[in-house]
């Protein structure tokens, strides 16, 4: 299928690629000018104006956005909005808030113009491995657009199946990728999965730190341990059942430095947190872990724990996040690329 992406970021760059390896023609527009002459030289059509893009892609125009969200991302799908045609489609593929998604939704279609949410988890390890992806929209465009899903989502691989399964399950959710339901359920779904990956996180992170202070010189000289958290991390991969992709970052990170001595502690939200817990409140739902989660990340940029230097070795693990020394804006909302 011929696809537009616009942003060109850790994973919109990456998105286009694994596309282009599976011989989708991409159209790619970024307003650094030198990301997109790099994919051009990868095989991808580079424009310079989204008023190109959208001449230079075939009816109907299918633009995948992927982009921070917040005002960029309002900014662009609207300019989108104006250029595109009746049946042509908007993907969203960031971290937009669910009840912008809906917005959008009903505001495009106003227009003809079709609007689908992705929640895409993956990071910087997707063009390898594959984006787990969470959509919204509506079930015919959807499955218009499922060339470019199954491209782009992981496959079974070697992950085994659930036997329990019922037989009108979604039989896409085995292949790493899930129409959730209307606009908005996609970016819902991602929101929560990202809610929980904080408090998954933030449990690694205790008790590896935890194990560390089991040498503290606060403790009875005779009940003191000098543990090796590489080793127990590296142990843990193997058969325990606590096993997980973010302790394999850990592990990692551990073996390359004992102390973590690159990562200072101070731990962002990407913002996706908060609004997982804005839901928990608007349902009346308990969530005391996600929630805590949450504070132990507002707390760490005050004091820093061994644990969260472990929680900043994990997020950059995944998703190549850089430590920033910065409060979080909520006007602009999540980044795109987690």
């Known amino acids: 299928m011929h696809i537009g992406i616009v942003g060109l970021g850790r994973m919109g760059g990456n998105i286009a690629r694994r596309l282009l390896r599976a011989g989708h023609p991409c159209v790619v527009w970024d307003r650094t000018a030198a990301v997109v002459d790099e994919l051009a030289g990868e095989g991808a059509r580079g424009v310079y104006a989204l008023e190109e893009l959208v001449v230079t892609l075939p009816e109907p125009r299918v633009v995948w956005v992927m982009l921070p969200a917040g005002h960029i991302t309002e900014t662009v799908v609207t300019q989108l909005g104006e250029l595109l045609s009746a049946d042509d489609i908007i993907i969203d593929g960031g971290n937009s808030f669910y009840k912008d998604d809906m917005r959008r939704a009903r505001e495009l279609r106003r227009q003809g113009v079709h609007y689908v949410d992705v929640g895409t988890s993956g990071g910087v390890w997707g063009l390898e491995r594959g984006y787990c992806l969470m959509i919204g929209g509506e079930t015919e465009v959807v499955n218009y657009l499922d060339p470019i899903f199954r491209t782009l989502a992981p496959g079974p691989g070697d992950i085994a199946r659930t036997q329990t399964r019922r037989p009108d399950s979604d039989a896409r959710a085995e292949h790493g990728y899930l129409h959730a339901g209307p606009a908005g359920a996609g ?28 040498n503290s010189a606060d403790l009875p000289e005779d ?8 080793d127990i991390a590296e142990v843990w991969r193997r058969g325990s ?7 394999d970052l850990s592990a990692s990170a551990l073996a ?24 928990a409140i608007e349902e009346a739902v308990p969530a005391e872990v996600l929630t805590a989660a949450l504070f132990a990340r507002f707390r760490s940029r005050q004091e820093h724990t061994f644990g969260e230097k472990l929680l900043s070795a994990m997020r950059f693990g995944f998703g190549g996040h850089v430590e920033q020394q910065h409060s979080f804006e909520p006007a602009d909302g999540p980044g795109a690329a987690r």
């Open 256 to 279: 390359e430095s004992p102390d973590l001595a690159r990562y200072s502690g101070y731990v962002e939200d990407s913002g996706e947190g908060r609004w997982t817990i804005q839901a």
């Open 223 to 230: 009940e003191r341990l000098s543990l090796n958290l590489a």
């Open 187 to 214: 970016h819902f779904v991602k929101m929560v999965h990202n809610g929980i990956e904080y408090g998954l996180m933030q449990a690694y992170a205790e008790g590896f730190d935890i194990l560390r202070n089991k």
């Open 241 to 247: 059942v606590i096993t997980s992709w973010l302790l």
